[in-house]
């Protein structure tokens, strides 16, 4: 049986950190700084160091590996995009939009998680859909119900449907697949990854069901997470705009349920939504201000989990 959770992850650290003009043309959560590289990498170092140990203190095994300074990825400490990990021992590596996220792919990440005592037996490869000009972003463009085996995904430039429907053969997923937006001067436009309106849980899924536009497809995404037992949380667009849906639930060592975010996403919830989420698990958060402003993703995005 699949598990939703682990108390197990890989996170990447940065080497360079700053804006990625590649990624900002579709990713409105980004913002432009003046600072320098050198600034925004040791904020984001110090963000980062400061997240894993916020997670190691909760009872969280993180396997850290050292981004190269070769190739420039300012996106590497954004893993979930490139590679998932599933039982039974599968890796799965995807498609990126962005021609410098694509040289974040490596095996040696995967071979430094062997090192460690992780047995990998299958990789299934869809990069070479890139030629096609067809992107899946991973666990960014599929938001996962493991235990049901269902994917749910916005579409966009980087959540190909195409892709999703052979990701779903292979792996033996559904889709439930919609059109999620927000509003950008004055206009609706795609949120590029589905993890950042949506994230679900053992028996939870905390959603920005206003951002679907179309009423059917906003019922049957509404009908599949019911059916399935999760209490839906409902989130705005100022708090998704603020992180609070890219959220990932983990578990301790020790089995605490426990749900990963950062600061500001936390400060984003009501009283209510946090007392709804507390009578379930742990909120654990820690800020990241500088990943948040420049890389437009937050905590769910850093981290890969690992089922050992």
Request: glycine share 4%; proline share 4%; charged share 15%.
């Amino acid at each position: 049986m699949n598990k939703q959770t682990t108390d197990q992850l890989l996170m990447i650290r940065p080497s360079c950190f700053y804006t990625n003009e590649q990624t900002a043309t579709n990713n409105y959560f980004q913002q432009q700084t003046q600072e320098n590289q050198g600034a925004t990498t040791s904020k984001a170092q110090q963000e980062f160091d400061g997240f894993v140990s916020e997670l190691r203190s909760h009872g969280v095994v993180v396997y850290v590996w050292q981004d190269a300074i070769e190739p420039n990825t300012p996106d590497a400490l954004f893993p979930n995009n490139w590679i998932s990990f599933h039982n039974p021992k599968i890796i799965v590596t995807y498609p990126m939009y962005a021609v410098n996220r694509q040289m974040e792919v490596s095996k040696a990440p995967i071979e430094f998680l062997e090192s460690e005592g992780f047995l990998f037996s299958n990789q299934i490869d869809f990069t070479s859909f890139i030629s096609s000009n067809l992107y899946l972003e991973g666990t960014g463009s599929m938001v996962l119900d493991r235990v049901n085996q269902i994917a749910y995904c916005a579409r966009s430039e980087r959540t190909n449907p195409i892709l999703i429907d052979m990701f779903c053969q292979k792996m033996g997923y559904r889709a439930v697949v919609f059109s999620s937006f927000q509003s950008v001067n004055g206009q609706r436009q795609p949120i590029y990854h589905t993890n950042v309106m949506m994230s679900v849980g053992l028996d939870f899924a905390v959603v920005c069901l206003d951002s679907i536009d179309e009423t059917q497809e906003r019922n049957t995404l509404i009908h599949s997470l019911e059916t399935t037992g999760k209490t839906i949380i409902e989130l705005t667009e100022e708090q998704i705009h603020q992180f609070a849906g890219n959220v990932l639930e983990l578990q301790s060592n020790k089995g605490n349920r426990l749900l990963a975010m950062s600061t500001s996403a936390f400060d984003a919830l009501t009283d209510s939504q946090k007392a709804a989420l507390s009578s379930k698990l742990t909120m654990v958060h820690s800020p990241l201000p500088t990943i948040e402003r420049l890389g437009g993703g937050s905590a769910r995005c850093m981290m890969a989990e690992l089922f050992m």
